[in-house]
């Protein structure tokens, strides 16, 4: 309760609700919620609460399924369980494993987060020892089974001691999930939320028709126009990445790009950058961006739409956080209705269409946001040794020529510049069929977006889909996933029945 108070937390997210009195009674609980929900605290706060101090055992082992996101989670439990002083380690590929080894050994942990392949390795090797562990939680499950990682993950349960209780969180709940949760988990009691509560009420979803070689002129028009304080832009494959990502330095927009073919290092300094506010703009592939957990995302652009309707729960899910509104916008080929069609299905929400901005209304957000630069560089000061010049240009010019020079500078037609997007193989045709199994039970004005600035059984395509993360390439590929810890705004409270 310290902890949840120092945290600022005071009302439970649905998931917490559900998930906590019933982990508490140690039962093993199934619970179906998206990334940003919560799940972190739902089960964090009821494993340091039942952790022995004494004990120099590790007692509670938790499987992300990448880098990033184990990062994140060590440092949600390492802040809420500072109270106790509890000891949280994480490991992870791409890292040294004889420090992880070290570490271990010497602060003798009691909760450990990891990746599956490092896991493995780690208890292969008979450095990891989870022989007494009493909660093993598999965390984004059906993120794990995208990635190969199912094998790996049975392998590690057959070591857990049978007397533990499981825990498995996941968005979506496909048929390889649902077997996991039979074979290894007893009599789970299952907290699942409601359909209509998978994309936020808080999340305005749009979608745009536009022909493949229109889409860049178009968002680059609507970045003018709703200006993202941050936005995130989803690119089906990494050439398609790579060259958003070129195309928007090149029209004079801060952004970067990230996708599995970048170094740990790189991508990490591009994550930091985000966070910081560097970046405006951060373009992803979905695997590199699994899981992306940074405050004040406004904005998330599908410049192409997935071709999995549950990837598309995860990549909106990514703004609309803490009370605060969101915005997706969508672009949509006309070959591609049909999957629009299907992400309705699942999310049971329609999302309206959206007419492009026009050249001119795109100038008059290049000249806002030209204007608010003035009056930030104003308030900002420090403009004595600029004095000397300004007053020979005055002598030179009017004020009103000057002005209308710097306004002429600051805010050139970023389509002056040509981009040219590679074109990306068309997504099959549905044919016009789009029900999946595994499915849940006229044009609008243009709007202005605010802020100042199932798994597809057996024949599933994803683009590049960051294909390296096969069992060739796990020792990198489980660690594409953004940390941030900034949850203090997330909402948390503990109700009694007394």
């Known amino acids: 309760m310290e902890a949840v108070q120092s945290a600022g937390f005071e009302e439970a997210t649905p998931i917490q609700a559900g998930t906590i009195p019933l982990v508490m009674a140690g039962k093993d609980v199934i619970g179906q919620a998206q990334t940003g929900t919560g799940k972190t605290a739902a089960f964090g706060l009821s494993i340091l609460?039942?952790?022995?101090?004494?004990?120099?055992?590790?007692?509670?082992?938790?499987?992300?399924?990448?880098?990033?996101?184990?990062?994140?989670?060590?440092?949600e439990l390492?802040?809420?369980?500072?109270?106790?002083?509890?000891?949280?380690?994480?490991?992870?590929?791409?890292?040294?494993?004889?420090?992880?080894?070290?570490?271990?050994?010497?602060?003798?942990?009691?909760?450990?987060?990891?990746t599956p392949g490092r896991l493995l390795d780690l208890i292969n090797r008979k450095a990891l020892k989870i022989e007494h562990i009493k909660t093993l939680v598999l965390d984004e499950a059906d993120e794990m089974l995208d990635m190969g990682f199912i094998e790996d993950i049975e392998k590690i349960l057959t070591h857990v001691p049978n007397d533990h209780q499981t825990l498995l969180?996941?968005?979506?709940?496909?048929?390889?999930?649902?077997?996991?949760?039979?074979?290894?988990?007893?009599?789970?009691?299952?907290?699942?939320?409601?359909?209509?509560?998978?994309?936020?009420?808080?999340?305005?979803?749009?979608?745009?028709?536009?022909?493949?070689?229109?889409?860049?002129?178009?968002?680059?028009?609507?970045?003018?126009?709703?200006?993202?304080?941050?936005?995130?832009v989803f690119g089906r494959t990494k050439r398609r990445v790579d060259e958003l990502a070129k195309g928007l330095q090149a029209r004079g927009y801060r952004a970067e790009g990230i996708h599995g073919d970048l170094t740990q290092q790189k991508r990490m300094a591009v994550l930091r950058q985000?966070?910081?506010?560097?970046?405006?703009?951060?373009?992803?592939?979905?695997?590199?961006?699994?899981?992306?957990?940074?405050?004040?995302?406004t904005h998330v652009y599908n410049y192409d739409i997935p071709q999995d309707p549950d990837s598309y729960v995860h990549r909106i899910g990514r703004t609309g956080r803490a009370g605060k509104t969101g915005m997706s916008v969508t672009f949509v080929t006309n070959n591609e209705m049909s999957y629009l069609k299907t992400i309705e299905q699942l999310t049971k929400k329609r999302m309206k269409p959206l007419i492009p901005p026009t050249d001119q209304q795109a100038f008059k957000g290049q000249l806002k946001t030209a204007v608010e630069e003035i009056n930030d560089a104003v308030e900002g000061g420090d403009l004595e040794r600029f004095e000397a010049t300004?007053?020979?240009?005055?002598?030179?010019?009017?004020?009103?020529?000057?002005?209308?020079?710097?306004?002429?500078?600051?805010?050139?037609?970023?389509?002056?510049?040509?981009?040219?997007?590679?074109?990306?193989?068309?997504?099959?045709?549905?044919?016009?069929?789009?029900?999946?199994?595994?499915s849940r039970n006229g044009h609008s004005n243009y709007r202005h977006g605010g802020g100042k600035s199932g798994f597809n059984k057996g024949n599933k395509k994803y683009g590049d889909r960051d294909r390296n993360h096969s069992k060739s390439n796990r020792s990198n590929s489980d660690h594409n996933h953004e940390s941030h810890g900034k949850r203090a705004n997330r909402k948390f409270t503990i109700r009694t029945n007394a």
Request: hydrophobic content about 40%; glycine content about 4%; overall charge positive.
């Open 78 to 114: 390492y802040r809420l369980g500072q109270v106790k002083k509890t000891r949280v380690q994480v490991v992870y590929g791409g890292a040294d494993i004889r420090r992880q080894i070290r570490g271990i050994q010497n602060n003798k942990p009691q909760v450990i987060v990891g």
């Open 274 to 297: 985000f966070k910081k506010g560097d970046l405006d703009i951060l373009v992803a592939t979905d695997v590199a961006a699994r899981g992306l957990d940074i405050s004040g995302v």
């Open 390 to 438: 300004a007053e020979d240009l005055l002598e030179q010019f009017t004020p009103l020529q000057l002005a209308s020079a710097y306004l002429k500078t600051v805010s050139k037609d970023a389509t002056d510049v040509p981009v040219k997007i590679t074109p990306e193989r068309p997504l099959p045709n549905r044919k016009g069929s789009h029900k999946r199994s595994s």
């Open 49 to 75: 609460n039942d952790l022995d101090m004494a004990s120099k055992d590790i007692q509670a082992l938790i499987i992300s399924p990448t880098r990033e996101l184990a990062i994140q989670t060590q440092e």
């Open 169 to 232: 969180f996941s968005a979506t709940m496909p048929a390889p999930i649902m077997r996991i949760s039979e074979k290894f988990m007893n009599h789970p009691e299952i907290v699942k939320i409601k359909s209509k509560e998978l994309t936020s009420d808080l999340i305005d979803q749009y979608y745009v028709r536009a022909k493949d070689f229109e889409k860049f002129d178009i968002m680059t028009r609507l970045f003018d126009v709703q200006n993202p304080d941050l936005a995130l």
